[in-house]
């Protein structure tokens, strides 16, 4: 775990660039399915390159949002799941559908 994390959930948002597009990109993808890097930075609409400089994927595996579930120790690509059980995972959801609901539109 870095040891430079933010001091609070608002803060790791406020302070890493693209962590709100990742997060809400999360909130929206199948749970049972595997992703690289690259698939979050196109489901989440970030350059690849800018996940690897600030780390977001990283934060939010030490947050417990994400899990890396590949051999850190082979030469693969990295590959990481939603950690179904965060309830960070689960605030960001529950944020989101009660703030859609009330600005009167429709989660996604």
């Given at each position: 775990?870095?040891?430079?994390?933010?001091?609070?959930?608002?803060?790791?948002?406020?302070?890493?660039?693209?962590?709100?597009?990742?997060?809400?990109?999360?909130?929206?993808?199948?749970?049972?399915?595997?992703?690289?890097?690259?698939?979050?930075?196109?489901?989440?609409?970030?350059?690849?390159?800018?996940?690897?400089?600030?780390?977001?994927?990283?934060d939010?595996?030490?947050?417990?949002?994400?899990?890396?579930?590949?051999?850190?120790?082979?030469?693969?690509?990295?590959?990481?799941?939603?950690?179904?059980?965060?309830?960070?995972?689960?605030?960001?959801?529950k944020?989101d559908?009660?703030?859609?609901?009330?600005?009167?539109?429709?989660?996604?």
């Open positions: 775990m870095r040891q430079d994390l933010p001091d609070s959930g608002w803060s790791l948002v406020a302070e890493q660039d693209e962590a709100a597009k990742l997060i809400e990109a999360l909130v929206d993808l199948d749970g049972t399915q595997e992703y690289t890097r690259s698939e979050l930075a196109d489901a989440a609409n970030i350059a690849l390159k800018t996940l690897y400089l600030d780390d977001t994927i990283g939010l595996v030490d947050a417990g949002m994400l899990e890396r579930v590949d051999d850190e120790g082979e030469d693969t690509e990295a590959r990481f799941v939603l950690n179904e059980g965060s309830d960070a995972l689960a605030a960001a959801r944020f559908r009660a703030l859609a609901e009330s600005l009167d539109v429709e989660a996604e």
